[in-house]
Nanobody, 112 residues
Framework: QVQLVESGGGLVQPGGSLRLSCATSQSIFDIYLMGWYRQAPEKQRELVATISKGGTTTYTDSVKGRFTIFRNNAWDTIYLQMNNLKPEDTAVYYC??????WGNGTLVTVSS
């Protein structure tokens, strides 16, 4: 069974930073694309960032210049570095593998 476990969420002040981690049990040979999604209450889940096996990254417009997705060489940990956080970034953040495996999420709250 593929397991994805997110961590690093919490309460942060506007303008602050937070780093999320996603630990995965899947083999590097089975990984093609990893991504971070988020979902705020009463809103649809949205794609935040992706990273391909080759290292290509994509970001939704609202986080460009503020968020960075990266991974370690073994591909067993995926990170999302979040800088200059805004209240609208408040959401449960989910890790995703190959569009079909999900973690249980970690809550990020940006508030004064």
């Amino acid at each position: 069974q593929v397991q994805l476990v997110e961590s690093g969420g919490g309460l942060v002040q506007p303008g602050g930073s937070l780093r999320l981690s996603c630990a995965t049990s899947q083999s590097i040979f089975d990984i093609y694309l990893m991504g971070w999604y988020r979902q705020a209450p009463e809103k649809q889940r949205e794609l935040v960032a992706t990273i391909s096996k080759g290292g290509t990254t994509t970001y939704t417009d609202s986080v460009k210049g503020r968020f960075t997705i990266f991974r370690n060489n073994a591909w067993d940990t995926i990170y999302l570095q979040m800088n200059n956080l805004k209240p609208e970034d408040t959401a449960v953040y989910y890790c995703n593998s190959n569009y079909n495996h999900w973690g249980n999420g970690t809550l990020v709250t940006v508030s004064s």
